[in-house]
């Protein structure tokens, strides 16, 4: 069975031969696996180690780690910078300038970079090329309607808009939007088996918008976006990323075609509970706790963490394991082996842990 085969049969709701499989990286924890198994490619690294998915971003959210410099502009205008961990072994990066704060006159002159430009779209066509008739291709167009637009305005700016100033926020929201609409429909020609939308809008214990204004102001996007990928491939299957406590929105994201929920942070959400309300209708990619286990536990505790979500998660399929986020770089790499071990371990079905 091949992942691709592995990956559709898990996405019908049905049990292939082992759970479907995929970690988040960051690039110092994807290099120190490199270096682990003797291969200069990221991706090759991770057919070695068993992933079914493999994915590719292109848009905002690509900027994450664009250049090695300190500081850097993107090509949306916003500013980024590097911060290193203060422990030293890693880095993230953090916006200092969004291109569209203060007056909201900028917007008007303000050009999208062009979602047909060629060379953004190298890596997904390599993906393709190289792995298209084995892996599923994830093409992932993040900061799709409401992270986008707060990168180009400020968070705090944006959240003033939706109450105060909706007109400009629905103008903003949809030129992000048509971006990413444009940029889903360009990947599905080149032949990406699934989409991976999404926006964070949870924090630990609950959402950072309320409900009610994620469904005048997201909600009503997404169902465009998915409409017009369903339009384009009835085959693709869709993926929202949205971090945190998200719970009262996931029968609106079913209702507007969301096949797959990333990242269910279990410290933010029940995955049993979710699983038994909403397993039928919707399938889970992630669950395994990233905040605590994975970097800070034994890799017996990391064990029994992947058993728990395999046998909360797991029966009747509808699940590909993974972390609840990108491993961090400061996590042990016997922590890390210790993930793909436990999957290898206890991760085909039927699952008997």
């Known amino acids: 069975m091949t992942s691709k ?49 493999l994915m590719a971003i292109v848009g905002m959210v690509s900027s994450f780690y664009m250049s090695d410099e300190d500081a850097y502009v993107d090509s949306w205008g916003i500013g980024w910078r590097q911060v290193r961990y203060a422990e030293g072994g890693g880095r993230y990066t953090e916006i200092v300038k969004h291109p569209l704060a203060g007056n909201d006159e900028k917007l008007i002159s303000y050009r999208v970079p062009d979602p047909d430009e060629p060379e953004q779209y190298r890596e997904i066509e390599d993906l393709v090329s190289h792995y298209g008739e084995t892996h599923c291709i994830v093409g992932g167009v993040l900061g799709s309607v409401f992270e986008g637009p707060w990168y180009l305005r400020g968070m705090a700016q944006l959240l003033e808009d939706m109450l105060v100033n909706k007109d400009y926020a629905h103008q903003l929201m949809d030129m992000v939007m048509n971006f990413h609409l444009r940029v889903g429909l360009n990947l599905i020609e080149r032949g990406c088996d699934m989409l991976l939308a999404g926006d964070d809008v949870g924090t630990q214990d609950r959402m950072l918008i309320s409900p009610a204004l994620w469904r005048e102001f997201v909600k009503p996007r997404y169902g465009k976006l998915f409409q017009a990928y369903r339009e384009a491939s009835a085959d693709v299957k869709i993926a929202t990323h949205i971090c945190g406590s998200v719970e009262p929105i996931i029968d609106d994201l079913i209702e507007v075609g969301v096949d797959i929920l990333n990242p269910v942070q279990p410290l933010a959400m029940d995955p049993g509970k979710l699983k038994k309300r909403f397993g039928t209708r919707i399938s889970f990619w992630g669950g395994v706790d990233d905040q605590k286990v994975i970097p800070f536990g034994s890799t017996a505790d990391i064990e029994r963490e992947v058993c728990l979500r395999l046998k909360q998660l797991a029966p009747g399929g509808g699940y590909i394991l993974c972390s609840s986020h990108n491993v961090q770089a400061t996590t042990p790499l016997v922590n890390v082996c210790a993930f793909y071990r436990s999957h290898k371990l206890f991760g085909s079905y039927p699952i008997k842990v």
């Not at 559709?8 to 292939?16: D, F, R, Y």
């Open 5 to 53: 085969e592995r990956i559709q049969i898990a996405l019908s709701h049905e049990e292939p031969d082992r759970v479907p499989l995929d970690l988040w990286l960051t690039p110092e924890v994807e290099d120190a696996l490199m270096q682990d198994i003797g291969v200069s490619d990221p991706y090759e690294m991770r057919v070695q180690l068993g992933h079914d998915c």
